[in-house]
């Protein structure tokens, strides 16, 4: 294992990190109602008479909510417990009309994961997970809509979160940064949860303390609700220099939680340990242990898709692509699916790892490209996959050089026309023919004498000269390869 250890004046400082990950379940209805749940509908139109807490109301386990929990679980290699409870949180706000939320606690329904990271170094480190449970969310108070009056909107209430929480196993920034990457990926890949960070479906509390190396762990302050992958590193990074002041001026670290101001990239206090509520934890009453067997997790584990590392060993096995390029094409949804649908496309090419690796390349450089200045997600692409095959294609036989299809590419992302029309309507086409090639050349030299003489008196170096020159002569589309082979021979 590497060791990023801080050094300043006093000596070296070891950073730790742990993260508790609320991810909302990607669920048409709540942990224990039938309402619906759904990001920005109307205030208090979404909440059933069980998400009011009205009296008598009896909460009923939401069985998909369930399926999504074990899901993850498995996705993340915990072991799914056969039998397990919701307990009452019992705590009052003002948002929380049943006076407790009800949560997983003595008994979660996943313990014991792990989620590999990559390093900055290449290496790679195994973050452990030490439990994920599910709960129902609360309301929101919203306090800035009127000068001395609160709002509550029950909509959130009773959705279903799952809390992801982590072994402290992390040393740095971009080690969580990393890990909250890795995991939001992976709930994309199962669609247990949508993990927009922007619209709080995946919102991350941080936990962070330093130490000597060899000492044991300082005391740890908790960030709440940091909202963005961004936020986080820059949450971290002042924790840790706001953590070393303190100690090398001999204060103390207070347990304690803190918000991170994103307009300041700083943190401060919210509420100090001593205000640490006992929240009275026993088993609810209304619900029943959930119970599942063998054969539920087995169907569940056979169900899962195939996974971003999984895809990414596939790919570099498969297409021979670098791991780098590999982990590129992988990190989202949509990437993977537009790049096996252009392999799939390609035609006429002996070299499959060559066709391959192209492929990769014009998706990672020349469409990201594109789509980012346009600001649009791949799946909406005017070039569509097949496309994009059939501009590769006509580089594979020679019709177009690397730099014509970068200009066919530009009209294509404009008009999402075909490469072959417009090859044919610009006169596109590159000029392999060897008479034709032929005359160009002997025209460069013609109009050289000077250069040819220097070249020929060893100036190897003004050979690119005239490759520019035959280039330049044939508005672009001689065939390079040809250029280059009749050049040597003529000079
Ligand atoms: P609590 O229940 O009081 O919140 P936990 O032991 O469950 O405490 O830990 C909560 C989170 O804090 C976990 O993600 C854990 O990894 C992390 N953590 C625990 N100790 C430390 C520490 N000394 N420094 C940083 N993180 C820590
Ligand atoms: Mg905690």
Same mark, same amino acid.
């Given at each position: 294992?590497?060791?990023?250890?801080?050094?300043?004046?006093?000596?070296?400082?070891?950073?730790?990190?742990?993260?508790? &990950?609320?991810?909302?379940?990607?669920?048409?209805?709540?942990?224990?109602?039938?309402?619906?749940?759904?990001?920005?509908?109307?205030?208090?139109?979404?909440?059933?008479?069980?998400?009011?807490?009205?009296?008598?109301?009896?909460?009923?386990?939401?069985?998909?909510?369930?399926?999504?929990?074990?899901?993850?679980?498995?996705?993340?290699?915990?072991?799914? /417990?056969?039998?397990?409870?919701?307990?009452?949180?019992?705590?009052?706000?003002?948002?929380?009309?049943?006076?407790?939320?009800?949560?997983?606690?003595?008994?979660?329904? &996943?313990?014991?994961?792990?989620?590999?990271?990559?390093?900055?170094?290449?290496?790679?480190?195994?973050?452990?997970?030490?439990?994920?449970?599910?709960?129902?969310?609360?309301?929101?108070?919203?306090?800035?809509?009127?000068? @001395?009056?609160?709002?509550?909107?029950?909509?959130?209430?009773?959705?279903?979160?799952?809390?992801? &929480?982590?072994?402290?196993?992390?040393?740095?920034?971009?080690? /969580? +940064?990393?890990?909250?990457?890795?995991?939001?990926?992976?709930?994309?890949?199962?669609?247990?949860?949508?993990?927009? +960070? @922007?619209?709080?479906?995946?919102?991350?509390? &941080?936990?962070?303390?330093?130490?000597?190396?060899?000492?044991?762990?300082?005391?740890?302050?908790?960030?709440?609700?940091?909202?963005?992958?961004?936020?986080?590193?820059?949450?971290?990074?002042?924790?840790?220099?706001?953590?070393?002041?303190?100690?090398?001026?001999?204060?103390?670290?207070?347990?304690?939680?803190?918000?991170?101001?994103?307009?300041?990239?700083?943190?401060?206090?919210?509420?100090?340990?001593?205000?640490?509520?006992?929240?009275?934890?026993? $088993?609810?009453?209304?619900?029943?242990?959930?119970?599942?067997?063998?054969?539920?997790?087995?169907?569940?584990?056979?169900?899962?898709?195939?996974? $971003?590392?999984?895809?990414?060993?596939?790919?570099?096995?498969?297409?021979?692509?670098?791991?780098?390029?590999?982990?590129?094409?992988?990190?989202?949804?949509?990437?993977?699916?537009?790049?096996?649908?252009?392999?799939?496309?390609?035609?006429?090419?002996?070299?499959?790892?060559?066709?391959?690796?192209?492929?990769?390349?014009?998706?990672?450089?020349?469409?990201?490209?594109?789509?980012?200045?346009?600001?649009?997600?791949?799946?909406?692409?005017?070039?569509?996959?097949?496309?994009? /095959?059939?501009?590769?294609?006509?580089?594979?036989?020679?019709?177009?050089?690397?730099?014509?299809?970068?200009?066919?590419?530009?009209?294509?992302?404009?008009?999402?026309?075909?490469?072959?029309?417009?090859?044919?309507?610009?006169?596109?086409?590159?000029?392999?023919?060897?008479?034709?090639?032929?005359?160009?050349?002997?025209?460069?030299?013609?109009?050289?004498?000077?250069?040819?003489?220097?070249?020929?008196?060893?100036?190897?170096?003004?050979?690119?000269?005239?490759?520019?020159?035959?280039?330049?002569?044939?508005?672009?589309?001689?065939?390079?390869?040809?250029?280059?082979?009749?050049?040597?021979?003529?000079?």
């Amino acid at each position: 294992m590497t060791h990023s250890f801080i050094k300043t004046a006093t000596g070296l400082w070891e950073v730790v990190i742990g993260l508790e &990950v609320h991810a909302q379940v990607k669920s048409l209805s709540k942990l224990f109602s039938g309402a619906a749940t759904s990001f920005a509908a109307d205030p208090n139109t979404k909440v059933s008479l069980v998400d009011a807490a009205l009296p008598g109301m009896l909460p009923v386990v939401n069985k998909f909510c369930i399926e999504q929990a074990v899901k993850t679980g498995l996705a993340l290699r915990g072991d799914i /417990a056969l039998h397990s409870v919701f307990d009452r949180k019992n705590y009052f706000y003002a948002d929380l009309p049943q006076g407790y939320q009800i949560s997983q606690f003595y008994h979660p329904i &996943v313990r014991n994961g792990f989620l590999e990271i990559d390093l900055e170094n290449g290496e790679t480190k195994t973050i452990h997970i030490e439990r994920i449970h599910l709960e129902q969310d609360a309301g929101k108070s919203i306090h800035d809509l009127h000068p @001395d009056k609160s709002f509550i909107d029950l909509n959130r209430s009773g959705t279903a979160l799952m809390e992801i &929480v982590t072994k402290p196993d992390m040393r740095s920034a971009h080690e /969580a +940064m990393d890990f909250i990457k890795k995991l939001r990926l992976i709930l994309r890949y199962l669609g247990s949860c949508d993990a927009n +960070m @922007d619209e709080g479906s995946l919102r991350v509390d &941080v936990n962070i303390s330093v130490h000597r190396p060899g000492t044991p762990f300082g005391t740890r302050a908790e960030i709440k609700n940091v909202n963005s992958i961004r936020f986080i590193g820059q949450a971290i990074d002042h924790e840790i220099n706001r953590q070393i002041a303190l100690l090398e001026s001999d204060q103390s670290v207070d347990q304690e939680t803190r918000l991170f101001d994103a307009s300041s990239g700083t943190t401060r206090s919210m509420r100090s340990k001593e205000d640490a509520q006992d929240y009275r934890y026993f $088993p609810d009453p209304d619900l029943r242990p959930i119970v599942l067997t063998e054969d539920y997790i087995q169907k569940v584990q056979e169900s899962l898709p195939e996974l $971003p590392n999984e895809k990414r060993t596939r790919f570099m096995e498969d297409y021979g692509l670098s791991r780098y390029d590999a982990t590129v094409l992988v990190s989202d949804l949509e990437t993977p699916l537009y790049y096996e649908k252009v392999l799939k496309n390609l035609k006429g090419w002996k070299d499959q790892i060559e066709a391959a690796k192209l492929a990769s390349n014009w998706i990672s450089g020349e469409l990201f490209a594109a789509l980012n200045e346009k600001n649009l997600s791949i799946d909406k692409s005017p070039i569509a996959p097949e496309k994009l /095959a059939q501009l590769l294609n006509l580089i594979g036989e020679g019709k177009l050089s690397g730099r014509l299809a970068k200009d066919v590419f530009e009209i294509m992302i404009e008009t999402g026309q075909e490469p072959e029309k417009i090859v044919d309507e610009k006169g596109l086409v590159q000029i392999s023919d060897t008479g034709a090639l032929e005359a160009i050349v002997d025209q460069v030299i013609k109009d050289n004498p000077k250069m040819v003489e220097e070249y020929k008196s060893g100036k190897d170096k003004l050979f690119g000269f005239f490759v520019g020159q035959t280039m330049k002569l044939s508005g672009g589309k001689a065939n390079p390869q040809m250029i280059n082979e009749i050049l040597k021979r003529k000079l």
